[in-house]
């Protein structure tokens, strides 16, 4: 890493310094109108050398998945394949316009069709819609698909959404945009959704469910069918948050498990970039009934032919043209490149690495709900007095590594939550856990070294509160 | 964790107080120290009506949002407009200058039914587990 503070573009501004030349004016010149002009317009003059060598050296600064371990919880920031890159850039993409007659994109809506029938047949949904741009976006779709349904047969009356408290924190933001009100489910003492507080909130103006499993404490609901059949039985419907499908590929299909509608994460579960190298991409599966409300448009397949079709009781278009192409383009190469028994190693292997980390640490860093986990794991900072989890988290950048998800989810105190995936060696993941018991021996021995972590990077300790209460918007201040 | 022994709690780590015909209202201690520097507190328009366990505001830090329930039925006659500039009083001193609304209760009842600082502690230990 390049450690030196970068100066701002305006801060290395020199007068008539200059990056690029333009040729001579061929035409008359024609004045701006009086009134419309400004002398000064305050924008940096560099030469091409300064600003190459400006944006090179950010660039050195760059922490990414192809540099260092990553291992932020619910984020599932697995290594993307770079063949995935390829297939993306390759021409008959590429040179495509949405735009084009149906007959011009064949091949196009060729790959369409075939990621929603690999969608359908991992996650055992009858519908696939591609169209959401992010996962909340297919929360929103998905939510909106629920009230058709509910609506479309008279059922007006439901306004709840159930969300358990393990939930992820876009759940109640999605119910509320919907227009409906959130309820929150508490959860027992292993961490599955309280069953008796489910029954006791199931009723007639239930809308439904929105259940992620495994939760974001990466713990399998054990109670499942129970929990499933619990808010089919009042009428109400159950969403999957597939958030966490990468623990469950090719092992559980959530359709089988009674879900009536789930979304996909392209960019966690099938390799396509994320955490600013996006953009997203959030299909949305549903079961038979609620196929006549999916999203325009849908591709089918008559004979030789793709064609794109409204669904009868379609909720309407969530997302300009046909969504965000490029990254089913990479999807759906990671699906043909791993087959099914690849992908079902790929969650073997998620599951056994987060076992592996879990059990490496937990002496120290206590797990408050002592099971085995899926593909990932949250553990607590509480380790040593005076010391939180922001302390541990900051001091793991001096050993090269990413902090961790931390402070989330809500119901464990001085939360880290840790998600190595599968695609970490066994050296990475030891390399990490060696750091983290240093750390809680450091914690002991010289909590200082925590508390003014961290010390390698070009900018230490930042001042969040600082920064929240007088947020500084501009360069000038 | 500190307690003011005048106030009556909520397990969702509201406190209340009797002031004359008011009901002042804040976070606990606790419950300040949880969410450690706090960095911004929504508050209700004074005149609102709000059942107990309706939402009054949301209190914000760099780790968490969330959402204050009231304690008791009632009308808001007064908000702590400092916490809009100063919210790290809610830190300071949660259970004075750190206070959040003054309300008139339109169930005085509901006071009997709050729970007091040795039951809260209680509660406390219970969700720590």
């Known amino acids: ?477 | 964790m500190k307690l003011d022994a005048n106030a009556k709690y909520r397990d969702t780590h509201e406190w209340a107080r009797k002031e004359g015909d008011l009901i002042v209202c804040g976070i606990t201690d606790h419950a300040q120290e949880s969410l450690s520097d706090v960095v911004y507190v929504e508050l209700p328009e004074v005149g609102d009506t709000l059942d107990q366990g309706e939402t009054f505001g949301v209190v914000e830090s760099v780790k968490a949002a969330s959402d204050l329930y009231m304690p008791m039925s009632g009308e808001i006659v007064e908000v702590n407009e400092r916490l809009e500039d100063e919210p790290e009083l809610v830190n300071s001193d949660p259970y004075g200058e750190g206070w959040m609304i003054k309300f008139k209760p339109t169930n005085p009842d509901e006071w009997d039914g709050l729970l007091t600082g040795e039951e809260y502690e209680k509660a406390v230990a219970e969700e720590e587990g």
């Open chain 1, 1 to 477: 890493m390049w450690l030196a503070e970068e100066p701002l573009l305006f801060e290395m501004s020199s007068p008539g310094r200059k990056a690029f030349s333009l040729p001579d004016l061929d035409v008359p010149e024609s004045p701006l109108p009086e009134g419309m002009t400004r002398e000064e317009v305050n924008l940096p003059e560099i030469s091409e050398l300064e600003l190459v060598r400006h944006y090179v050296r950010l660039s050195q600064k760059n922490y990414s998945v192809d540099t260092h371990f990553y291992p932020l919880g619910s984020c599932t920031m697995k290594y993307n394949p770079k063949v995935n890159e390829v297939t993306a850039g390759m021409e008959g993409f590429t040179r495509t316009h949405p735009l084009q007659p149906e007959w011009m994109a064949q091949g196009n809506l060729a790959l369409m069709y075939r990621l929603q029938e690999a969608l359908k047949e991992i996650s055992g949904f009858a519908g696939v819609t591609l169209q959401p741009a992010a996962g909340a976006h297919g929360e929103f779709t998905g939510v909106l698909i629920m009230r058709a349904y509910h609506v479309d047969r008279g059922d007006t009356q439901r306004k709840k959404v159930l969300i358990p408290n393990s939930a992820h924190g876009t759940n109640p933001a999605s119910v509320a945009m919907s227009g409906f009100e959130a309820v929150e489910i508490p959860s027992d003492a292993r961490g599955n959704v309280d069953l008796d507080a489910l029954k006791a909130a199931c009723d007639e103006t239930v809308v439904g469910l929105m259940i992620t499993n495994p939760n974001t404490l990466g713990l399998f609901e054990e109670h499942i069918k129970e929990v499933v059949d619990t808010v089919h039985a009042c009428g109400g419907l159950v969403y999957g948050d597939g958030a966490n499908l990468n623990a469950l590929l090719g092992v559980a299909r959530p359709g089988d498990l009674g879900f009536d509608v789930m979304h996909f994460n392209l960019h966690k579960t099938f390799s396509t970039p994320h955490g600013g190298g996006g953009p997203g991409s959030g299909p949305v599966g549903v079961a038979e009934h609620l196929l006549p409300y999916l999203p325009f448009p849908q591709v089918v397949k008559e004979g030789d032919t793709y064609k794109l079709v409204t669904p009868e009781k379609s909720i309407g278009r969530m997302k300009a043209f046909h969504g965000n192409f490029g990254m089913m383009v990479r999807a759906l190469t990671y699906i043909l490149l791993h087959g099914e028994e690849d992908l079902r190693q790929v969650a073997i292997n998620a599951v056994l690495n987060a076992n592996y980390l879990k059990a490496r640490i937990e002496k120290v860093y206590p797990v408050k709900y002592p099971r085995t986990c899926m593909h990932e794991f949250v553990a607590s900072g509480n380790i040593a007095d005076g010391i939180h989890t922001m302390d541990i988290a900051k001091r793991l950048i001096d050993y090269g590594f990413h902090p961790p998800t931390v402070y989330f989810p809500l119901i464990v105190p001085e939360a880290i939550m840790i998600e190595p995936t599968e695609t970490e060696s066994k050296e990475t993941l030891d390399a990490f856990a060696d750091a983290l018991l240093k750390i809680a021996e450091e914690a002991r021995t010289n909590p200082d070294l925590l508390h003014t972590a961290p010390h390698t990077t070009p900018v230490r300790r930042l001042d969040e509160v600082g920064a929240a209460r007088k947020p500084v918007l501009c360069y000038r201040g």
